[in-house]
């Protein structure tokens, strides 16, 4: 029956024309689905980015204000409410905050942006060994221009820069490199230890290489780790004596214990001599574990090479290569010892000092002075290790370093680094900043920074000393095109809006009343006002701070070239608002040109019109050009545009207007030679010039408009092409020609079948009264007349051959489309990495201001001078040990957690403090206040809970050597067992012992089980994993991982997160946890 169908459709001489219409009609259709498609989401990606960069700058202002707490240039009294501040700033379009000199400021930036070397030279002109002015600058250049390289060639920039200015200092240096890199004063160090420590792939690296091994170091415990004898006396008799009572437990015991615990396990010893005695094996013991701890860290340490950044491999590689030619021996060996130390002790040693600084632990994990100590002294000791060829070692290290059997790693490494051949990746590197290739990585499209960012910016580079530098000098140029102090033409900005902060309003109004009151009575108050008289000193609430903005970023095709930079070194800069005479007080008008020429002044005055005019004056007053905040100025500006209109009519409707009769007549050179610069930056098409140039008279004929020797070439086939591919894409009902004349139609040819179909479809538009696309027919029809019957069938054939094209074009947006949708995942992540730094900012930062708060009296002797927050912990301290009931200790700590937030909270400027930061600081005094009684609270019964932990640890030990997925006691489904023995779930169960609060612990469990959650949804089909399938597994991986003191972690957990846990996930997970620990106990 189908077949009948198409044998009797094949037949009509009209299909091919249906066929036709509706093919293209279905690319219309098409097109336009895709064509929205993709501005949308050329549009999503857009806001995606300036969403990511605006946060990227508010994540390096945190960590700008972090540092400045540390430094103690910020008191730690507004921290609070700015980084609230910070917070909530949105970046504007950079026009609404600079104005008029967006184009300039562009200019500059790119030119800054495309040469590194000229910013290294810029950066080496400026240092003046002066830290709070290095890091102010550094941090403007991180995040301001290379958006703290976020995208590739932004990161790539950067190593640029850091490299160039290494070189320039380090060869200045001389024989004194590693005297420079060591006291980080210099610009060059300042920069590269700001590189290293903010870059996410450096972090990576550095989490790659440390984290087990200093992870194992805090699972140590309270145990000192000191090979110097002479500083540990007092540290090794107190270990000493742990080591001695407990010789009978495989010689030593590595359990939480505190120092108060060893200093009351001495004063019971009844013979002093035992520790004397016993005191040259227990040394053997610390040597024998610091050479275990010092191997492991070097062996992961070079394991974890192939994951080093690119870009620092290149940047050590280039400052060996290029500066061992050029110094002498000496200097040559101080230069092979200076990269090792940029390596070791500028990077490596301090991520072990300092772990959580550099992300590779997590800021929950409490870190005790005792395992504190110990990574220093494995960090000082691996610094002697690859210095010992330069530097003797102290004679106390001479046997110990002797007994560390991977010594040899750190040469290896750096022969890796600087001689054997390059990575890939680092080749390619080499060869983009050499310039020998051309870079092909993703960068950004917008800069994003705030005013006193461009303020920082110009005042750097006028400081620049006079100089013969080219480069210097363009950058001076443009710079010096720019005001010397920026003021933002947004009246209000986040920081004078005080009605989006109704909660500020009200505690700045009881502020002002108690304020009022301590007046009267005469009485001192510390109060706000100091608080913002610091803050007004260290000018960190001032509005340009907060007024942020974003750029679009010229390419490098579009920048200016280094000659026209020159050029323009010699015209005159254009008027400064402060220079412009006020038509009020003069009888001439000044004249207001805008930076970027518009297309209505390179036209005579007799094609311009009003209307023109009028328009040209809004548009710059949206782009700000006009800077008018009067009606009398808006007015004034509209009285001199309408005045240019009618000097073409010769009437004048003032005195002050008869002298624009110049400018009528045509634009004037000199006003367009001080903008040429500007315009050139933007303006990819040359300017016309506005001379009118004689054009010889053309005396070829013109050709014809129809052209049956020339069909496809002239301008009439190509016109009805264009015609016949619009209408017919745009109708929407094809029309149904039913009648056949038989005769007729075997004599009618394509013109007048193609006729026909026209008129079909022009009687249905009509019908609908679809007039315009009635007309369009027409005129299709009209231009169809035109041609001969064959020039018909060879449109038709070139309709058919641009359906092709057409095929072509939708599958050329379809795969932009895609790479949209890549670029938008690519942000996404970025976004996320972002997003962790600011987290992990936050969290240091908190802890910071939290140790400040808590730890303020503890210093002095005298009780008086302890607030009331170190009072109530110290109390705490004392009673804690005295309260044996669970539910005792439990109420206590509750209360003076509720406590100590209310006082925290009367602090005027933790008003301004986020939720999470909030949290945060709840979770940091409870570490803090249950940190110096934790050996009684995990171990409320002494001895009897650490035997009973002893004792379930020793027993699944022995089960844990033969336990299997397959035994049948554990029952875990067969399909299961491919992912067997879970060692991610086993290494986060290994974290318990480290953490000490309760909710940490269980949230180290909750871990555990979502880890084994989601590798069981991963081998089944069902999405989340029922709770027959998750015991059978954690049952083994609690048997697997055999966690110290089980018993008593479930136990700490009941008793100081128990009313925590209600319901959720939290829940669900720690009833499948106790019921599996339940289930070993009943098996073993």
């Not at 495309?114 to 002015?133: G, Y």
């Not at 890939?424 to 990585?441: H, K, Q, R």
């Not at 209408?727 to 040819?749: A, D, H, K, W």
């Not at 069981?1016 to 069902?1022: D, I, Q, T, W, Y």
Request: proline share 4%.
């Amino acid at each position: 029956m189908v077949d009948k169908l198409e044998l009797i459709r094949s037949q009509d001489d009209y299909r091919p024309f249906y066929e036709l219409a509706a093919k293209i009609r279905n690319q219309k259709l098409l097109t336009d689905a895709e064509l929205n498609s993709l501005n949308r989401h050329k549009q999503e990606v857009q806001d995606s980015e300036i969403r990511l960069l605006t946060e990227a700058w508010r994540s390096s202002y945190w960590n700008y204000i972090c540092r400045q707490l540390k430094n103690q240039s910020l008191e730690p009294t507004i921290a609070c409410r700015l980084l609230k501040e910070v917070a909530e700033t949105e970046a504007l379009p950079a026009y609404k905050h600079v104005g008029h000199h967006f184009s300039t400021l562009d200019q500059l930036l790119t030119v800054l942006y495309e040469e590194p070397a000229s910013v290294a030279e810029l950066l080496n002109n400026i240092d003046q060994n002066d830290i709070a002015s290095s890091d102010a600058v550094i941090q403007m250049f991180f995040h301001f221009i290379y958006s703290s390289g976020l995208y590739p060639e932004d990161e790539l920039k950067l190593a640029q820069v850091v490299c160039y200015l290494l070189k320039l200092q380090l060869l200045k240096s001389g024989e004194a490199m590693r005297t420079m890199l060591r006291k980080e004063t210099s610009m060059s160090t300042r920069f590269y230890k700001h590189y290293v420590e903010l870059m996410h792939p450096t972090m990576v690296y550095l989490t790659k290489a440390l984290r087990k091994s200093v992870l194992d170091v805090i699972q140590l415990g309270n145990f000192w780790l000191d090979i110097d004898v002479k500083q540990s006396h007092t540290n090794d008799s107190m270990s000493c004596t742990k080591f001695c009572v407990d010789s009978q437990e495989n010689m030593v015991d590595f359990w939480n214990t505190s120092f108060l615990t060893r200093f009351s396990t001495a004063r019971f010893l009844r013979d002093p001599n035992q520790n004397k005695q016993r005191l040259p094996e227990y040394r053997a013991l610390i040597v024998s574990k610091l050479v275990y701890f010092v191997d492991t860290f070097l062996e992961n340490i070079f394991d974890a090479l192939p994951m080093l950044p690119p870009n620092l491999n290149w940047i050590i590689r280039d400052i060996f290569l290029s500066l061992y030619e050029v110094v002498d021996d000496v200097s040559a060996i101080e230069l092979s010892h200076a990269c090792k130390d940029m390596i070791i002790s500028n990077l490596i040693c301090p991520a072990i000092i300092s772990p959580q600084k550099f992300g590779v632990v997590d800021n929950d994990v409490r870190i005790g002075s005792i395992s504190n100590h110990n990574l220093v002294q494995i960090a000082m000791i691996i610094q002697m290790i690859s210095l010992r060829e330069f530097e003797t070692p102290p004679e106390e290290y001479v046997e110990f370093l002797s007994q560390c059997r991977n010594t040899h790693l750190i040469p290896e490494m750096m022969d890796a680094l600087l001689v054997e051949k390059l990575a890939p990746d680092v080749e390619i590197i080499s060869l983009i900043a050499s310039g020998s290739a051309e870079s092909d990585m993703e960068t950004k499209t917008s800069f994003v920074g705030s005013v006193a960012d461009v303020n920082l910016l110009t005042k750097t580079i006028r400081s620049i000393p006079p100089t013969a530098d080219p480069k210097l000098s363009r950058i001076l140029t443009v710079c010096n095109k720019l005001p010397d102090n920026i003021v933002s033409t947004v009246q209000k900005s986040h920081a004078d809006n005080t009605e989006a902060s109704p909660k500020m309003s009200a505690l700045r109004n009881i502020h002002r009343k108690v304020q009022h009151s301590f007046k009267r009575t005469g009485d001192s108050f510390n109060d706000i006002n100091e608080m913002t008289a610091k803050a007004i000193d260290s000018r960190a609430f001032e509005k340009e701070n907060f007024d942020v903005f974003y750029l679009e970023f010229s390419s490098s095709s579009t920048a200016a070239s280094p000659d026209l930079l020159l050029v323009e070194s010699n015209t005159p800069e254009p008027p400064s608002e402060e220079t412009t005479t006020n038509e009020t007080n003069s009888n001439e008008v000044p004249l207001e040109t805008p930076p970027e020429i518009p297309p209505e002044i390179n036209q005579s005055p007799g094609t311009r019109g009003g209307l023109a005019k009028l328009m040209s004056l809004g548009d710059r007053m949206k782009k700000g050009l006009t800077q008018s905040n009067t009606l009398s100025d808006i007015r004034g500006h509209l009285r001199r545009s309408g005045s240019l209109v009618k000097q073409q009519t010769g009437l004048t409707t003032s005195s002050s207007e008869q002298h624009l009769s110049e400018v009528a007549n045509g634009p004037r050179d000199d006003i367009l030679a001080k903008y040429a610069s500007i315009s050139s930056i933007k303006e990819q098409k040359p300017v016309l010039s506005t001379t009118l140039v004689s054009v010889p008279a053309v005396t070829n004929a013109p050709e014809p408009y129809y052209s049956s020797e020339n069909l496809t070439g002239c301008r009439a086939f190509q016109d009805t092409l264009r015609k016949m591919i619009t209408v017919l894409g745009n109708i929407s009902y094809l029309p149904r020609i039913g009648y056949r004349n038989e005769f007729r139609s075997t004599q009618m040819v394509k013109k007048e079948l193609l006729g026909l179909f026209i008129d079909g479809a022009l009687v249905e538009t009509e019908h609908r009264r679809d007039y315009g696309l009635a007309a369009q027919l027409r005129e299709v029809k009209r231009c169809i007349e035109l041609f001969e019957h064959n020039d018909v069938e060879i449109l038709l054939q070139h309709l058919k051959m641009n359906e092709a094209d057409q095929d072509k074009v939708v599958s050329e947006m379809r795969e932009e489309r895609a790479n949209l949708m890549r670029k938008s995942n690519d942000i996404s992540s970025l976004e996320q990495r972002v997003l962790l730094n600011r987290r992990l900012t936050e969290q240091i930062l908190v802890d910071f201001l939290m140790r400040n708060f808590l730890e303020t009296g503890f210093q002095t002797k005298n009780t008086s001078a302890k607030t009331e927050e170190v009072i109530a912990v110290m109390k705490f301290h004392e009673e804690f040990k005295h309260l044996e009931a669970h539910d005792e200790r439990a109420e206590f700590m509750k209360t003076l957690m509720v406590y100590l937030k209310e006082r925290l909270m009367q602090n005027i400027d933790w008003n301004f403090a986020t939720e999470s930061m909030l949290t945060r600081a709840m979770s940091t005094i409870e570490r803090y206040v249950i940190f110096s009684v934790y050996e009684s609270a995990f171990f409320p019964n002494r001895d009897v809970d650490v035997n009973r932990d002893r004792l379930l640890q020793k027993t699944i030990a022995k089960v844990s050597s033969n336990v299997t997925p397959v035994n049948d006691f554990l029952k875990i489904p067969e399909h299961l067992h491919g992912e067997a023995p879970w060692p991610s779930a086993q290494a986060e169960l290994h974290m318990l012992d480290v953490y000490v609060t309760a909710q940490d612990k269980l949230n180290c469990v909750v871990r555990c089980c979502d880890v084994i959650n989601n590798l069981v949804a991963l081998s089944s089909k069902n999405a989340v994993a029922s709770a027959d399938d998750l015991t059978p597994v954690l049952v083994f991986v609690i048997i697997k991982a055999n966690p110290r003191a089980l018993l008593s972690n479930l136990q700490f957990i009941e008793t100081f997160a128990g009313d925590r846990i209600e319901s959720g996930r939290d829940a669900y997970y720690w009833v499948n946890f106790k019921s599996a620990v339940e289930y070993i106990k009943t098996i073993l």
